[in-house]
């Protein structure tokens, strides 16, 4: 059959132009960042209701079936609010801090294995570019911060800094334990080196898992870590002189990460798209996708960050860096010497 | 045919999408620019401080301590950067590369003693 020199060209752009999908590409990046917005969406409403509920109230109630309207009209009130910027602020550094801090966010996502074999990029060096795509998002913050020319975003830019340069160690470090026990920084392979037992289920995992968590919290500048925007102490912290849309990309980034950091822990220790391994005792037949247990684990761990946020007080930034540098480091770096132990003491193979 | 190859394919879709998510921001700034109202008056465009005028620069004084911890970070980030290729080809290094990460933490760790006895971990 001929082909029209349009229709070739749309089926050389799907095949490969140069071996390179150009448009096959497109489904996956626009599968994903409609999830990543749509889930933002959702996460506010359900950051609201957990909220809620947890402090003996009901959060959004009218707006749609039980408020879930919510974020859209908020999302849209924002949209045509007036956008203000203090004269006397750096107004090229506080637009480019929405960008800064967004686009890692989606970046994150490039990597994530969210069923066998739906990953956008299966990167070699897929922990570490977590990881460092991940350190990306504290400068768009000090950006905001400093480009405000105000004393309260200029604080709370400082406190992230402080705070997200400390957290990152112990969470690198914690990671480097996983990674030293799965033999690779590829997610797919991360994954697959579940497949017998979660690296929750060992005793070096468990504590990496813990300190991770706690890091995230740190990352994501939740309570008992939201020191950078500490409403009762700094008004809203570096996003104070942000008003209008871009206010609102601050928080469709934040809870972008929140997502994000909650498939990492859900790839990196709880076994990712595969079944828990507690329920081996389900038949073959019974197994689901791999994007369901993907889903279910990981609306468990953006629940539990939101659990954890809503329970517990703010700490002093004293007591924030003591945590870090005195706590978390010690204890991830003797991990490190407990994954080598685990490591001689389970894989025969490799003590020599 | 020249074909990429699939390290370039990975990297190219790294960059796409983060063009993409870049763009998406700049779109929504667009989108938000041509719908909502500009109505200029001085007052909106003072810093704000609580309400009242603001006093003084905001280029105050800031302590020293952020940068101690942002130089404590150099030190132990510059870690992860070795810690994590050695993880990954742990078993071909063997006991020897154990050894070698050993010495190297310790001495780390000894830095990290260091720096707490000095008194820098302590928040004034």
């Not at chain 1, 990496?208 to 939201?226: G, I, K, S």
């Amino acid at each position: 059959m001929e082909r029209g020199p349009i229709e070739s060209l749309v089926h050389r752009l799907f095949a490969g132009l140069y071996g390179i999908p150009v448009l096959g590409w497109l489904i996956p990046i626009v599968l994903v960042l409609g999830m990543v917005a749509l889930a933002a969406l959702v996460l506010i409403w359900l950051e609201r209701k957990v909220s809620g509920h947890i402090q003996s109230r009901r959060g959004p109630l009218h707006n749609g079936p039980h408020g879930l309207l919510q974020t859209v009209w908020d999302a849209l009130k924002l949209l045509v609010k007036e956008d203000i910027v203090p004269s006397s602020a750096d107004r090229l550094i506080m637009l480019m801090a929405p960008f800064v801090v967004f686009t890692p966010a989606v970046l994150v996502y490039v990597v994530m294995p969210f069923g066998k074999g739906w990953t956008v990029a299966n990167l070699n060096i897929g922990l570490l570019w977590v990881v460092s795509v991940l350190s990306l998002g504290p400068v768009g913050i000090i950006l905001g911060g400093w480009g405000s020319h105000n004393k309260w975003s200029l604080l709370g830019g400082m406190r992230s800094a402080a705070q997200l340069i400390s957290y990152e160690i112990p969470s690198v470090l914690a990671l480097g334990a996983i990674v030293m026990m799965a033999g690779t920084m590829s997610m797919d392979g991360l994954v697959a080196a579940q497949d017998q037992y979660e690296f929750v289920l060992t005793p070096p995992g468990l504590i990496a898992f813990v300190v991770y968590l706690v890091t995230a919290l740190a990352e994501l500048n939740r309570n008992p870590f939201d020191l950078p925007e500490a409403e009762s102490e700094l008004v809203a912290g570096f996003v104070t002189e942000y008003s209008g849309f871009k206010f609102a990309i601050f928080f469709l980034a934040e809870f972008a990460n929140l997502l994000a950091l909650s498939m990492i822990t859900v790839t990196v220790f709880l076994g990712g798209w595969q079944p828990p391994s507690v329920l081996f005792f389900l038949p073959d037949s019974a197994q689901l996708p791999g994007v369901f247990w993907f889903a279910i684990k990981t609306t468990v761990m953006v629940f539990v960050f939101q659990w954890i946020k809503w329970t517990l007080p703010r700490l002093r930034i004293d007591q924030m860096l003591n945590v870090c540098w005195k706590g978390l480091i010690p204890i991830t770096l003797g991990n490190l010497a407990l994954a080598c132990v685990w490591l001689l003491l389970t894989e025969k193979s490799w003590a020599r | 045919m020249w074909t990429a190859s699939d390290f370039l394919r990975q990297y190219l879709a790294v960059l796409i999408v983060g063009v993409v998510g870049a763009g998406l921001v700049g779109l929504l700034l667009a989108g938000s620019h041509l719908l909502r109202p500009a109505r200029r008056q001085p007052e909106k465009h003072i810093t704000y401080e609580s309400g009242v005028d603001p006093v003084g620069s905001m280029w105050t004084q800031s302590q020293v301590r952020y940068y101690v911890f942002a130089l404590l970070f150099v030190m132990f980030d510059v870690e992860a950067v070795f810690i994590f290729p050695w993880a990954t080809r742990l078993e071909a290094y063997g006991l020897f590369g154990l050894i070698e990460m050993g010495i190297f933490v310790f001495i780390l760790l000894l830095g990290l003693i260091y720096a707490w006895r000095k008194g820098v971990l302590k928040w004034v």
